[in-house]
Antibody, heavy 121, light 107 residues
Framework: EVQLLDSGGGLVQPGGSLRLSCAAS????????MNWVRHAPGKGLEWVSA????????YYADSVKGRLTISRDNSKNTVYLQMNSLRAEDTAIYYC??????????????WGQGTLVTVSA | EIVLTQSPATLSLSPGEGATLSCRAS??????FAWYQQKPGQAPRLLIY???NRAAGIPARFSGSGSGTDFTLTISSLEPEDFALYYC?????????FGGGTKVDIK
């Protein structure tokens, strides 16, 4: 059974940093791209970032480019989202999501349970 | 960026009734289109991909149709577990974008 376990969320001050993790199991991790999607209060879902199965290609929404960095460790079946220079508008539940292809095709066929990031003074 | 507009915002129905949810794209996205279901406190779940294909394990009462700019998710007969939030998503244009959601609640 495919499982994704998100962790690392919490309360952080504006300008601060946080690292989210997503531990995967139940599939050949390196064969699939991985994504992060967020859901801010009162707003719809927003795609944030993606990484290819090998980790060599990364993609970012304009709203987070230069501040968030996606990476993966295929030996640990884990994808990360390093979040720097955080802003109030980054407050959201962050979900990792498995892609259906080795390079991002953005059909998200399995999602983690989400981890809450709150940016506030 | 492609804007997806879902309608209605809320659909109030009784178990056993059929549901029709709509999503309109601001430009043609061909059939690079998906539907997701989300229940309170749970992760979203893929229901339909490429406009009309049911994802693994999704009951046959869920069906998707459409192409270009207009898409429909149909639930033939609502089960108690189907009362949830539904999102549409396009992946034809980068970045992938989601609609604002349709809440299906119990009448």
């Amino acid at each position: 059974e495919v499982q994704l376990l998100d962790s690392g969320g919490g309360l952080v001050q504006p300008g601060g940093s946080l690292r989210l993790s997503c531990a995967a199991s139940g599939f050949t991790f390196s064969h699939y791209a991985m994504n992060w999607v967020r859901h801010a209060p009162g707003k719809g879902l927003e795609w944030v970032s993606a990484i290819s199965g090998s980790g060599t290609s990364t993609y970012y929404a304009d709203s987070v480019k230069g501040r968030l960095t996606i990476s993966r460790d295929n030996s640990k079946n884990t994808v990360y989202l390093q979040m720097n220079s955080l802003r109030a508008e980054d407050t959201a539940i962050y979900y990792c999501a498995k892609d259906g292809e080795v390079v991002p095709g953005y059909t998200l066929d399995k999602w983690g349970q989400g981890t809450l990031v709150t940016v506030s003074a | 960026e492609i804007v997806l507009t879902q309608s209605p915002a809320t659909l109030s129905l009784s178990p056993g009734e059929g549901a029709t949810l709509s999503c309109r794209a601001s430009q043609s996205v061909t059939t690079y289109f998906a539907w997701y279901q989300q229940k309170p406190g749970q992760a979203p779940r893929l229901l339909i991909y490429d406009a009309s294909n049911r994802a693994a394990g999704i009951p046959a009462r869920f069906s998707g149709s459409g192409s270009g700019t207009d898409f429909t998710l149909t639930i033939s007969s609502l089960e108690p577990e189907d009362f949830a939030l539904y999102y549409c998503q396009q992946r034809y244009y980068w970045p992938p974008t989601f609609g604002g959601g349709t809440k299906v609640d119990i009448k």
